[in-house]
């Protein structure tokens, strides 16, 4: 058998309280058929050097929690293939735009904060159906269509670290929570918006966009903050000119009608109590 392929790992190493400046650290590792960026760091860190930090979770780019700069891009780690990217060096950087807590792991903490702060969850008039829910609210196909693609984000923080305003400001709420406020504002079952506005309407908010679209470039789930954000700034402008207002959030569904006949089911081939009765063979 030939020799392993095996490929370069250059990794940012920080640790801010051992007052050391961030520098660049090697390791050389055997590569696989298959085998992510992820795998690769869990192959350093159990073979190589186990001082190595990184965040990770479900390994199937469902929790966003990998996410790291590989060759100037921000990715999922679990969500990269290292023969994908065709090169025999790969460069790891913690996500800009947040604190780094050590090596690759960076404080999300303030993608959650602005995350809250646009209240994200349906909001009704009718506080007892919202506190002891009776029936599910009412929506069509078309209706879920209309804000779906925006459900779909993990919170992994990429667009954040991947947005210019978001560098130079770090007050700006960022295109996370902006899209996710015209995810919840769009919904046909919410009537919340007016309460969200606040949050997104200040300096710091959805006007600081410039319309880059480094955030959808980089969300690994194919999400589009950036047009939702465009959505959101006409959804504002069009609720400050007094349209749109009329629209009221879709019903609770109607208590269930009367239980339809079970349709006719086969007899079974063998009998319950003949089976039990079998004596065991041999």
């Known amino acids: 058998m030939g020799e392993a392929k095996k490929i370069k790992f250059r990794i940012q190493r920080y640790n801010p309280e051992n007052g050391v400046a961030p520098y660049m650290d090697e390791f050389v590792i055997p590569v696989t058929r298959g085998m992510t960026v992820l795998d690769g760091l869990f192959y350093i860190k159990e073979n190589l050097d186990n001082s190595l930090a990184f965040r990770s979770s479900c390994r199937m780019a469902i929790c966003g929690s990998c996410a790291v700069v590989i060759n100037s891009f921000p990715h999922l780690a679990c969500h990269t293939q290292i023969a994908e990217l065709r090169v025999s060096t790969l460069e790891l950087k913690p996500v800009p735009n947040y604190a780094i807590i050590k090596d690759l792991v960076v404080d999300l903490s303030p993608l959650f904060q602005k995350h809250r702060a646009i209240k994200p969850y349906l909001i009704r008039s009718e506080r007892e159906e919202m506190d002891a829910p009776s029936a599910e609210f009412l929506q069509t196909p078309q209706e879920l269509e209309a804000y779906l693609q925006f459900s779909y984000c993990v919170k992994c923080g990429l667009c954040l670290a991947a947005c210019p305003t978001a560098a130079s400001d770090r007050l700006f709420l960022g295109p996370q929570a902006i899209a996710q406020c015209y995810r919840y504002s769009s919904d046909s079952r919410d009537d919340g918006a007016e309460e969200r506005f606040p949050a997104v309407d200040g300096d710091h908010g959805l006007w600081r966009c410039h319309l880059a679209g480094a955030c959808s470039e980089a969300c690994p789930k194919g999400v589009d903050p950036a047009f939702a954000i465009q959505l959101l700034k006409r959804l504002r402008v069009s609720r400050a000119l007094g349209l749109g207002r009329g629209r009221r959030p879709t019903p609770v569904a109607p ?21 039990l009765r079998r004596e065991p063979e041999g």
Do not use: H, I
Not at 256 to 274: C, G, I, N
């Open 255 to 275: 208590p269930p009608t009367a239980m339809q006949p079970k349709l006719p089911v086969p007899e079974f081939t063998v009998k319950p109590e003949t089976a």
